[in-house]
């Protein structure tokens, strides 16, 4: 039972357009959310957070919005760059996981920028 | 100047055989974890250590057996290999084992491949 999904496997954009990467989750207990990017043949890298207590966290051309009611958060990127082509997770994590930093990854999805 | 750094990039053995991936930070982090990424892409928790101590364990076959001689290293050894354990394992590091806004900083993966 996946608890976090990332229902597009794939998405492309022009480039200096607006990307939107889309993550579900089922468990009402995840109190923090967490997007990593990967590169082919590097690991996953962190990219942006937010609390379940907030409803939007910005980082320069990257924002994610939490829906709570929905479970449901998005990821954008604004304005899309040649360089962000990568896989992108979004994962969630639980207080009740007892302080174990268990994370709980989606699928991911792969965002193609074209120059 | 490499922050996880893992042993080896590849790996192709033959079923039935013993092998180990060897990961390494310097970070100065307390906690590490082994993650696998499988044919469908899900990176999923296997095993995490909290200075030398075993705090996560999911459901995972006992042929695979974490090692951590000290707070820096988390070794993965899996004892008669399996067509189904040919994955991409992911070594990861983060500042403490909490729930919440945990960055975990992965290392670039091992792909093992059994035949």
């Known amino acids: 039972d996946q608890q976090v999904k990332q229902n597009s496997p794939s998405l492309s954009v022009q480039e200096g357009r607006i990307s939107i990467l889309n993550c579900d989750y089922t468990?009402?207990?995840?109190?923090?959310f967490l997007w990593y990017k990967k590169y082919p043949a590097e690991g996953p890298t962190f990219l942006i957070s937010i609390s379940s207590i907030k409803d939007k966290n910005e980082d320069g051309r990257f924002t994610v919005f939490l829906n709570k009611s929905a479970k449901h958060l998005s990821l954008h990127i604004v304005p899309s760059q040649p360089g962000d082509s990568a896989v992108y997770f979004c994962?969630?994590?639980?207080?009740?996981?007892?302080?174990?930093?268990?994370?709980?990854f989606g699928q991911g999805t792969t965002l193609q920028v074209k120059p | 100047d490499t922050a996880v750094s893992q042993t080896p990039k590849y790996l192709v053995t033959q079923m039935g055989n013993d092998k180990s991936i060897k990961c390494e930070q310097n970070l100065g982090h307390d906690t590490m974890y082994w993650y696998k990424q499988d044919s469908k892409k899900f990176l999923k928790i296997m095993f995490s250590y909290n200075n030398k101590e075993l705090i996560i364990n999911e459901t995972v076959p006992n042929r695979f057996s974490p090692k951590s001689p000290d707070k820096a290293h988390l070794n993965l050894h899996i004892n008669s290999l399996e067509l189904g354990d040919s994955a991409v394992y992911f070594c990861?590091?983060?500042?403490?084992?909490?729930?919440?806004?945990?960055?975990?900083?992965f290392g670039p993966g091992t792909r093992l491949t059994v035949l």
């Open positions: 994962a969630a994590s639980a207080d009740g996981s007892g302080n174990t930093g268990k994370l709980i």
């Open positions: 468990n009402s207990m995840f109190d923090y």
């Open positions: 990861a590091s983060s500042h403490v084992a909490t729930s919440g806004n945990n960055e975990q900083f």
